[in-house]
């Protein structure tokens, strides 16, 4: 309180004729305002920040600036607040806007203050479920005649000594034939040669039966 000798404090003191006691203002100084005839200062308390310099308060409870995480609305401090789709918002210390994400679900990436998703594509099989996915264009199944390395579907493939590769779609590993050339029969997904031998003994008998009707 402003007990006030008016010339003392560079107030305006009210005209003579106005007086009814020593000490009487008229008006008060920026930050103060007239009560009765005593300049009071404008005062209170900053929820989230602090006062306005005693000069700039037109009222009681003026903030003039905030904590970290708050924001001037007018003369109220204000917290920057919003959602985080997809993640969790920063602390409240660390926001310098609404809808700021810290962190992010699993199967998503903290770009800035949002939350984007791992996408992509996955060539010859299917992208991993979403939950799953730590980087771009990761597969979590392959098609048919495809197998997963890591994130990443691969052909079956190799060779068919004696015949010719399974189509791709049919295929389960390497090396796996699905027909053969001639001379050779499919055994599993391996070409083998048709072989066996002839009994000699059987030949000549034969040959020496046939000899005795043509003498």
């Known amino acids: 309180m402003e007990n006030c000798d008016c010339a003392r404090l560079g107030l305006v003191p009210v005209t003579q004729a106005e007086r009814t006691a020593d000490n009487q203002c008229g008006s008060c100084n920026d930050g103060y305002y007239l009560s009765g005839t005593l300049c009071q200062p404008w005062a209170g308390s900053c929820q989230d920040g602090q006062l306005r310099p005693q000069a700039e308060r037109t009222a009681d409870n003026q903030c003039g600036s905030c904590n970290d995480g708050y924001y001037l609305s007018g003369t109220v401090c204000q917290a920057w607040a919003g959602s985080c789709q997809d993640g969790q918002l920063r602390p409240q210390a660390q926001r310098t806007a609404e809808n700021q994400c810290s962190s992010c679900n699993e199967g998503y990436y903290l770009d800035g203050t949002v939350c984007q998703a791992w996408a992509g594509t996955c060539q010859n099989g299917h992208l991993q479920e979403q939950a799953e996915r730590t980087a771009d264009n990761q597969c979590g199944s392959c098609n048919d005649g495809y197998y997963l390395s ?12 004696d015949g010719q590769l399974q189509p791709q779609a049919e295929r389960r590993a390497d090396n796996q034939c699905g027909s053969c050339n001639d001379g050779y029969y499919l055994s599993g997904t391996v070409c083998q040669a048709w072989a066996g031998s002839v009994r000699m003994d059987s030949c000549d008998h034969k040959r020496s039966a046939r000899q005795r009707t043509n003498a």
């Open 150 to 161: 890591g994130t990443v579907c691969q052909a079956w493939a190799g060779s068919c000594q």
